[in-house]
């Protein structure tokens, strides 16, 4: 079955930089787009970035344009979020998930826990 | 950026019983609207595609339907191991969005 894992996630203080990966695995992480949820505590889900499958087209929330960038690997079959300049509203859980060219989302990751805290 | 407004925000039903979760788009999002299953400390399933299409291995007791801006997620007989927060997604158009949630509780 496909496998999502995350890494990555741990405690930065504000204005920190963090960079969350997504190893995939038991699919051909090269013909999927992929892109990154997260979840404040106790909040709903929110989209946070996509990125098309040869990384030639990448999409990110507002709040989060000029400070996190999404990338991708093929050869490594592993999905990236860089993360800088971060604040307190962006701690979360960060689930990576994978999307097929419809946009539809299928898998999901176990999610990685990001605080940002001083 | 679209709305999508999930209610209700919460119910609480009965073993066996119909269930119906209503997720409206500020704006037409074609079929494309998902629907995902989330338990306390779990990460998301996804549960329907395309408005009504069932992701593999998702029981038949769930079901989706709508088109345009009005849709619906309904558990035909409701069971214990369905006690969970449900959410919508339309992804017609970036932002993605997601609807705020609905907790279901199992009586």
């Known amino acids: 079955e496909v496998q999502l894992v995350e890494s990555g996630g741990g405690l930065v203080q504000p204005g920190g930089s963090l960079r969350l990966s997504c190893a995939a695995s038991r699919f051909t992480f090269s013909t999927f787009g992929m892109s990154w949820v997260r979840q404040a505590p106790g909040k709903g889900l929110e989209w946070v970035a996509t990125?098309?499958?040869?990384?030639?087209?990448?999409h990110h929330v507002d709040s989060v344009k000029g400070r996190f960038t999404i990338s991708r690997d093929n050869a490594r079959n592993s999905l990236y979020l860089q993360m800088n300049s971060l604040r307190a509203e962006d701690t979360a859980v960060y689930y990576c998930?994978?999307?097929?060219?419809?946009?539809?989302?299928?898998?999901w990751g176990q999610g990685t826990l990001v605080t940002v805290s001083s | 950026d679209i709305q999508m407004t999930q209610s209700p925000s919460s119910l609480s039903a009965s073993v066996g019983d119909r269930v119906t979760i209503t997720c409206r788009a500020s704006?037409?999002?074609?079929?494309?609207l998902a629907w995902f299953q989330q338990k306390p400390g779990r990460a998301p399933k996804s549960l329907i595609y395309?408005?009504?299409s069932l992701q593999s291995e998702v029981p038949s007791r769930f079901s989706g339907s709508g088109s345009g801006t009005d849709f619906t997620l309904t558990i035909s007989s409701l069971q214990p191991e369905d006690s969970a927060t449900y959410y919508c997604q339309q992804y017609y158009i970036y932002p993605l969005i997601f609807g705020g949630g609905t907790k279901v509780e199992v009586k």
């Open positions: 395309a408005a009504y």
């Open positions: 998930a994978r999307v097929w060219s419809d946009g539809k989302f299928d898998y």
């Open positions: 990125i098309n499958a040869d990384g030639s087209e990448k």
């Open positions: 704006q037409g999002i074609n079929n494309d």
